[in-house]
């Protein structure tokens, strides 16, 4: 049961091309003022403020809605 696996050889040029054009890719992305990662953080914090706000909104008004059903009660005659 041998299999033949290959071996890829990469030369030096070859490594540092790649090294470099991932350095790039990264530094380009991560590149981002202090306001800009601010910000982006405060947009992230917020929408998840707003969604949690929301679904405490719906699970209250569906457990009043539960409580009180959809009709009111008649008051009953003595």
Known sequence: MT?????KI???GERAA????ADA?????EKKTTHEAAR???ATVTE???EFQQKRRTETSQAL??????TTPQPSKA
């Not at 299999?3 to 071996?7: M, V």
């Not at 790649?18 to 054009?21: F, I, T, V, Y």
């Open 65 to 70: 809605k539960t409580l009180f059903g959809e």
């Open 40 to 42: 982006d953080m405060v």
């Open 18 to 21: 790649q090294e470099a054009a």
């Open 48 to 50: 998840w403020v707003n």
């Open 10 to 12: 990469i030369k030096r």
């Open 25 to 29: 890719a990264a530094s380009t992305e």
């Open 3 to 7: 299999t033949n696996k290959s071996i």
